[in-house]
């Protein structure tokens, strides 16, 4: 059973950064995609970026676009996300998730059968 473990959330300022981390365990990590998703109070769970299971690939919602930064190292199974210029609309609980290499829809978080716990990031104007 695969497991995720998220760490790097906290409280900043606008204009900070932070950069999230996502150990996985209990798969072959070099066969998952990793994606991360947030999650504000009342609002639906958002995608934020995904990478590929080498690597090769990423790809990240225009809302985060020129901030965020996804990558990956397969040796450590780690997974992270660099966000600078950091806003309070990206305040949200930050969830790493994990999907087959073969997976498509990578949009959707039901594509996702592996989930961490979740990371709190809070941005203070």
């Known amino acids: 059973q695969v497991q995720l473990v998220e760490s790097g959330g906290g409280l900043v300022q606008t204009g900070d950064s932070l950069r999230l981390s996502c150990v996985v365990s209990g798969g072959t990590f070099s066969m998952l995609k990793v994606a991360w998703f947030r999650q504000a109070p009342e609002k639906e769970r958002e995608f934020v970026a995904m990478i590929i299971n080498n690597g090769g690939w990423t790809t990240r919602a225009d809302s985060v676009k020129g901030r965020f930064t996804i990558s990956r190292d397969n040796p450590s199974n780690t997974v992270w996300l660099q966000m600078n210029m950091l806003k309070p609309e990206d305040t949200a609980t930050y969830y790493c998730?994990?999907?087959?290499?073969?997976?498509?829809?990578?949009?959707?978080?039901?594509?996702?059968?592996?989930w961490g716990q979740g990371t709190q990031v809070t941005v203070r104007s």
């Open positions: 998730a994990a999907a087959p290499a073969y997976a498509t829809d990578y949009l959707k978080a039901e594509t996702y059968n592996s």
